[in-house]
């Protein structure tokens, strides 16, 4: 089964979608590989530690040597196996300048995949208040706007288990700002003025009812989902190895009350600082033994969320959103008359010791997984910049323990270095898992899929052995259902085949899954194309590459298509794709995705043709968006009008725009009336070929615009960037 965040991210995959379905058998094209050095393995008793070196002005240390680092597990010298430095570069978002935004590539890849930052902005709706809901927000949006390169990759997830608001890992601000758009909190009221309200009714009415908080069992629910999503994100992201894997979670900490005792006699043995680098403030007298119950239960699962997300390498960021902004008298002055019996158990210090204990938790969970908490700051651009900072230079270490012990226990960490002068940081250490290790899952024979293509599909991210581009365009389908065609170019010599015969000799196992807003399989495909190439498509496709065409029919909805492939030599890679399915049938006026081809498309061994563009087009549908000047672009769309109120024209633009705007270097334009429907909905095809010849080198918008002669008929548009080559 796809791994699902169990009611907390819902655009993750489980295993086993395509078990049972058929292959669908494609005839052949196809080339040669290689395979870059793997560092890092994905083993259970592996320990991958980053740490971050800088000099006595701050700067990052680029220039040591795997000999210079000494790593300590519990004061006992371990051998690091594995070293490598990662150093991110910030790529900007390529746009043409007259385009207010970026234009979102309608082609992805695999290839460079893993050479960006990896972050899951972690929304805690449970524990904001409503009134700032608006702080987290524009924060998140900050980050996205200001932080994200188009090399990075951001996750969404809301503490409530909210599948409408949750994102998968996608490098697209629009639909992140979508999820963080739909953020709005929701946290309970203050135990003491719940407390206190019970106090001055008591005081109006003679009652003697126990002055408690109503609200506490909801209380403790929320802190236990807040941590229990930690907990199941970091497994998730546990998957990923080799990287820094950064949680920035935007709340204002846990609300229970037993929560500071808890932490401060448990989780902390030398700590007592009050520092944003995750001291806990939490003075020693404070420490004390809690019993078995709710306090014990809440200790228990803080523990294990730490645990998880140390033995992940998951770094934890948080950001307090209330600032300084904290209104503990106004809150007081609208609760009515303090109570002046100290016997009560209500003190005025009370909202006080609240802040301090939800401070100290977002302190907590940062300071013992290597990150850090920005608190009491009304300025987030320091501490989103210093985040984007830890996680683009830095070391990654990896070593296998001396102490292999499954007996749960803390494992401290320190990383020192030989060379003088220097400030190393890395997490402290892990927990150590527990109990006997997880049996290898074992994938049933009619489960079509391979085991290793299942991995794949798996993975929150992208692997690239393997490297492909994916297209995936939508048309009107049948009935309710979309049509969704999918082309995948592979690179020619990353697949390896064997001469025999005469012939080249390989094969491809395809896997296609479409995972909806609810993190269920909603559709998918599965090929085996088998190649057995002659020698001269075999050299045409090392030079120029091998493309597969497939498809299927999905409802309309946005879905994560993930596409794997496997070769046979056993390299395979993967293709995530951020898909809004429309539906065709109900706009009074809608396009299709843009569909391109070229004068050169041919030239790339093709499999599974499909028969509409073979009769529109002139060669097969293409991923390349980099063209050479002289080809020709080929263009296919449809146009659907579904206005059948009163006879009117329907206009079609295409035009091709330089980076810099002006005048289009070409211009089309068709009209279409709607007699040619019969007084019916329908939809007009649209094929239109534009020279290249003559265009300097440079970026281009390529976009189709339709509109209808009736006023109150908005018109539709779509837009390709494209590259003309030197």
Known sequence: MYKSLAGTLALILTTAALAGQAPTPVTPPRPDAQVPPITFRAEVDFVEVDAVVRDAQGGFVRDLRQEEFQVFEDGVPQTVTAFSLIDIPIVPAERAMFAAQPIEPDVRSNEGSGGGRLYVLLLDDLHTAFQRSIRVREAAKQFISR?????????????????????????????????????????????????????????????????????????????????????????????????????????????????????????????TSSSTDGGLGTPPQTRVRPNRGDGYTLLTETREAIDAATRSNVNIYAIDPRGLAVPDEERITEAGVLPDDPFLGIRPTDLADELRTSQDSLRVLAGETGGFASISSNDFAPALDRIVAENSSYYMLGYHPTNDKRDGRFRRIEVKLTRPGLDVRARRGYGAPSGRAAKSRKVEAAALTSPELREALDNPVQTSDLRFSLFAGTMKGSGSKTAVTIVSQFLGRDIAFAPSDQRFTNALEISYVAIDQHGKVAGGNRERVDLSLTRATYERALQNGFRLQSGFELAPGRYQLRVAAREGGGKLGSVHYDLEVPDYRRPLLSLSSLVLSSSEAGAVPTAGAIPEFARALPGPPTTARTFRPHEEIALLAEVYDNDARQAHTVYVTTALRAEGGGVAVFSNEESRSSRELGGKKGGYGLTVRIPLKGLAPGLYVLKVEARSSVRDTSSVSREVQIRVAE
Do not use: C, P
Request: no cysteine; glycine share 8%.
């Open 147 to 271: 932080n994200l390169g188009s090399n990075d990759l951001v996750a969404v997830v809301h503490t409530s288990g909210r599948t409408d608001a949750a994102q998968d890992f996608t490098n697209s601000r629009r639909l992140l700002t979508q999820a963080v758009d739909k953020f709005m909190g929701r946290k309970l009221r203050s135990a003491f003025l719940n407390r206190l309200d019970v106090y001055n009714r008591n005081r109006v009415t003679g009652s003697t009812t126990t002055i408690a908080d109503a609200e506490e069992a909801e209380r403790l629910h929320h802190a236990r989902s807040l941590l229990a999503t930690v907990k199941n994100l970091s497994e998730w992201l546990g998957g990923i190895h080799g990287r820094r894997k950064a949680v920035i979670l935007m709340g204002e900490g846990l609300d229970y009350g037993i929560l500071g005792s808890v932490i401060s006699s448990e989780l902390t043995e030398t700590s």
